[in-house]
């Protein structure tokens, strides 16, 4: 029998760019009864007021103390520490912070009260080697006046570990920056941003599949996959005979031989994975390896620029905190920190977007590289590239990447005052760079009308227009954008190194 539709023109409406299919200014009325995000229990609400708590003598040997500690027990006591000493103070609201650092993170989350005592503390005699006052800027240095980043006032104190905030430690609670950090991150509201999206139909629901096309985030006649819940349009994906039977979709079968048998997994059949949407336990190509491992030795990791610039690529990790706090640990912890300033900053980039469909707010959802049970909204494979300067963190790109055939950046955003002088620029280039060093073909991007010329003459991308090119994408699971998106792409091989002098760019080619 001929396969059957499922309608859906009731749904067929587009959001705003920026967003999958809707923004979460609509009513939820629009939203698909038979497809839903089960409610989550809201978090409850504490009361604050100002105070500030004392002691100075107890910090001595303290880091000593600390390191034989149980780690477990160590945390079960900063949780309860915490918990009565923030009921204690005022919260500051984000949005009234003007630098997005992580030391103003935690104290717009509420962990630090503005100019709270602080000082660093060597490692091995406990003794203070620094004292100062923590504001929204930075440390304020108490023997110098002078206003400090985090890593300078380490510098200051005589020391350079590497390591800051697991040595500055908050006078009053005596705890570190770096609880402060793992407090901050396993807050409620902090958590629900990250948690797995969870897709189910709900009661009355007609079928389990999508209401979205994988391709063009539309609704309509669609045709449904019987493996996983993904839908198409049968002209998105270039079907010109509609089959007979069931049928499964580009991503329940293989991209080189189209066989779909097994459970679902890609496995070698002499030709390289196209997908890295979920790090794989097993690597059917060399090429896969080396990307995902590529980019895996990048994360967390400081390289500097001109100008006292930085960027780093930074991917959320939920590997549980032992408390040890070794390299790894607290690169980790860094890490998490700066993927919750980066969605602050991508939030004040772009207008909040939610799905129409599953509820997910798109933007958050790929900065925390979010996973899905729904293919469409599923964006647990993407990286967040930062760009910094003095611990602030300044432009924010999101990029994912499908094997070595192509990478996709569908984001990427320059704090107010910083547009304009070029920051974007960077940065797109750092992951142009890193693209090229792993042998990633092509760079796809989505832009609004009106900076396609921008996009086009400044960083050198091209319109997708080619037929090949065009059936190729909608193999990828690529965000999507509406119709009055333009698509863009880069071939990236051979490409000089823009922070490069074309003399020394000559011998790159």
């Not at 780690?71 to 609201?93: A, D, N, T, Y």
Request: aromatic share 8%; proline share 4%; glycine share 8%.
């Amino acid at each position: 029998m001929a396969y059957n539709f499922r309608n859906r023109n009731l749904l067929n409406t587009r959001g705003a760019y920026l967003g999958s299919s809707g923004s979460d200014s609509e009513s939820q009325d629009d939203s698909d009864p038979d497809f839903l995000t089960p409610s989550r229990t809201p978090r409850r609400s504490t009361q604050n007021n100002t105070a500030r708590a004392g002691g100075a003598s107890s910090i001595r040997n303290l880091s000593g103390k600390r390191a034989r500690d149980n780690g477990e027990e160590h945390r079960r006591g900063l949780r309860e520490i915490h918990r009565k000493r923030r009921m204690r103070f005022s919260q500051v609201p984000q949005a009234q912070i003007s630098r997005r650092t992580v030391l103003s993170w935690l104290i717009g989350s509420g962990e630090i009260e503005e100019k709270e005592v602080v000082w660093y503390v060597a490692a091995q005699s406990g003794n203070i080697l620094g004292e100062g006052k923590v504001n929204r800027e930075g440390i304020l240095c108490s023997c110098c006046s002078g206003q400090l980043t985090v890593e300078e006032f380490e510098v200051h104190s005589g020391r350079k570990t590497r390591k800051p905030y697991q040595h500055i430690y908050l006078a009053g609670p005596q705890v570190s920056l770096l609880d402060c950090q793992i407090e901050a991150w396993e807050d409620k509201e902090e958590e629900e941003r990250r948690t797995f999206n969870n897709i189910q139909p709900a009661s009355k629901a007609v079928d389990r599949n999508d209401d979205a096309c994988m391709v063009c985030a539309d609704g309509g006649d669609l045709i449904c996959c019987e493996r996983c819940p993904s839908t198409f349009h049968p002209r998105c994906i270039f079907m010109e005979i509609i089959p007979q039977g069931d049928w499964l979709c580009p991503y329940c079968i293989c991209k080189y031989c189209g066989n779909g048998n097994g459970n679902g997994l890609l496995m070698q059949c002499g030709g390289e994975p196209l997908d890295l949407t979920n790090p794989p336990v097993a690597f059917c190509g060399s090429s896969c390896r080396k990307i995902y491992e590529g980019l895996h030795n990048l994360l967390g990791s400081k390289n500097e620029l001109h100008d006292g610039l930085t960027w780093t690529l930074l991917q959320r990790t939920d590997e549980p905190f032992t408390g040890s706090y070794g390299e790894e640990e607290y690169k980790r912890i860094q890490c998490n920190s700066k993927i919750a300033v980066a969605w602050l900053v991508m939030d004040e980039c772009f207008l909040s977007t939610v799905d129409r469909h599953t509820r997910a707010n798109i933007v958050q959802s790929i900065v925390y590289n979010r996973g899905s049970n729904v293919t469409r909204v599923n964006y647990s494979g993407f990286y967040t590239a930062i760009l910094e300067k003095n611990d602030e963190i300044i432009s924010v790109a999101s990029i994912r990447v499908h094997g070595k055939r192509l990478a996709e950046m569908p984001f990427i955003g320059t704090r107010g005052e910083y547009r304009r002088l070029g920051m974007a620029y960077v940065l797109e280039n750092c992951i142009e760079s890193t693209l090229c060093s792993l042998k990633v073909e092509k760079l796809v991007i989505p832009s609004v009308s009106q900076l396609t010329g921008m996009w086009m003459d400044k960083y050198f991308f091209s319109r997708v227009q080619e037929e090949r090119l065009v059936k190729e994408l909608s193999l990828y699971n690529t965000v999507m954008f509406p119709s009055s998106v333009v698509r863009l792409h880069k071939n990236l091989a051979m490409l000089p190194d823009l922070n490069l002098s074309p003399q020394e760019n000559e011998g790159h080619f």
